[in-house]
């Protein structure tokens, strides 16, 4: 399976989004959105694979010399909202088929923050998505950045495979 990965960067002293190169399966059903549905499917979060997820983030920061990063509740409950509606309404994307942006949705939680980032993947498993992440020079620049002190992970399965949601602010 190839990972397919989307990040984005935003500072909101800048008020301009930065949209990182995406690497998609052309056709994939998950580019297409079936449009708003009326009944929220039951999407389990994967506890352990975010627990994991956040130790390999803070692995690989330590070893830059980068503080850790908190597992911060609301920007897992904003993840977490995320995954789930790409999962119900099979699309992949950092904004929902209304339009609303990773910024948009956490400013709609009322969460606060001056610089905010995400990364999405879909992979085999999230240990798969985890390193092609890394592996990505966009994405491994959201991981390391010095300006991020907390993320939001969740971890879904999908129908072509589990979607990973990394939320970071300041």
Same mark, same amino acid.
């Given at each position: ?46 506890? *352990?694979?975010? #627990?994991?997820?956040? !130790? &390999?983030?803070? $692995?690989?920061?330590? @070893? ?6 908190? =597992? ?48 999405? *993947?879909?992979? #085999?498993?999230?240990? !798969? &998505?985890?390193? $092609?992440?890394?592996? @990505? ?6 991981? =390391? ?26």
């Amino acid at each position: 399976m190839t990972s397919t990965l989307l990040g984005i960067a935003f500072a909101a002293t800048l008020g301009m989004p930065q949209i990182l190169p995406l690497t998609s399966a052309p056709g994939s059903a998950l580019q297409q959105s079936t449009g708003p549905t009326s009944a929220r499917m039951s999407v389990p979060n994967r506890a *352990a694979d975010t #627990s994991a997820m956040l !130790a &390999a983030l803070n $692995a690989r920061r330590g @070893s830059k010399g980068l503080a850790a990063l908190q =597992l911060d509740p609301s920007l897992c409950a904003i993840a977490y909202e995320h995954a789930a509606d790409m999962v119900t309404r099979s699309y992949f994307d950092h904004n929902t088929p209304e339009g609303l942006s990773p910024y948009a949705r956490m400013d709609q939680a009322h969460y606060q923050y001056g610089y905010a980032g995400e990364n999405i *993947a879909l992979d #085999s498993s999230s240990a !798969a &998505a985890e390193e $092609a992440l890394w592996q @990505s020079s966009e994405h491994r620049d959201n991981i =390391l950045g010095s300006h991020y002190a907390k993320v939001g992970i969740s971890v879904v399965a999908g129908t072509e495979g589990d979607i990973v949601v990394e939320d970071f602010s300041d």
